[in-house]
């Protein structure tokens, strides 16, 4: 069965940090272009962060430069999001995607919504 599982969301506080995991089974994830979307409610889905198949070349959003770190182990099929300075708009459902054909990681995270495969979302929620 080909999926993408989500995993390390949660309750933080804010200046937290948590890290995302996006495991691959059914498919070799080394293949594939991923990306990280949030969607907080009532807002339209974003790209948070996109990483290429060989790790060479990596994207941030404007909002989570500097203190988001997106990371792939291809041997674990799983690919991370370490989010650090966490703040309360990162507030949101994040999914993690991948796509085979995607020509660069910045395109990857500008279409937030045909891609390959998507996971299922995990809610992060940066609340005091």
């Known amino acids: 069965q080909v999926q993408l599982v989500e995993s390390g969301g949660g309750l933080v506080q804010p200046g937290g940090s948590l890290r995302l995991s996006c495991a691959a089974s059914g498919f070799p994830l080394d293949y594939y272009a991923i990306g990280w979307f949030r969607q907080a409610p009532g807002k339209e889905r974003e790209g948070v962060s996109c990483?290429?198949?060989?790790?060479?070349?990596?994207y941030y959003a404007g909002s989570v430069k500097g203190r988001f770190t997106i990371s792939r182990d291809n041997a674990k099929n799983t690919v991370y999001l370490q989010m650090n300075s966490l703040k309360p708009e990162d507030t949101a459902v994040y999914y993690c995607?991948?796509?085979?054909?995607?020509?660069?990681?910045?395109?990857?995270?500008?279409?937030?919504?045909?891609?390959?495969?998507w996971g299922q979302g995990t809610q992060v929620t940066v609340s005091s």
């Open positions: 990483i290429s198949s060989s790790a060479g070349s990596t």
């Open positions: 995607a991948a796509d085979y054909h995607i020509s660069t990681v910045q395109a990857m995270c500008i279409m937030t919504k045909t891609h390959d495969y």
